[in-house]
């Protein structure tokens, strides 16, 4: 494992990563990696994921309302109103 040193933290910062640590019953050491995790995570959808939760939210509009949403649609809607 590499190990890190950081310099000048500005007092308030390093206050504060002290009260999170507490709260989160960590130590410091530990709530900075806590923290570089959920900064530095891969955030982006998983396709077949996000692909599955758009047809299932068009099929509810569908159902629910009537309203089939297509690509055409979509782009019409998007365009509407612009010059």
């Known amino acids: 494992m590499a190990t890190l040193t ?4 500005p007092r308030k910062l390093h206050q504060r990563l002290k009260l999170n640590a507490a709260a989160h019953r960590r130590s410091m050491n530990s709530e900075v990696i806590a923290c570089l995790e959920e900064t530095l995570a891969d955030k ?4 077949e994921k996000f692909l599955a939760e758009v047809r299932e939210a068009r099929e509810r509009i569908a159902r629910e309302s ?3 949403v297509t690509d055409e649609f979509l782009r019409e809607a998007k365009n509407w109103g612009r010059p």
């Open 66 to 68: 009537g309203l089939f």
């Open 44 to 47: 982006r959808p998983d396709p």
């Open 6 to 9: 950081i310099k000048n933290v």
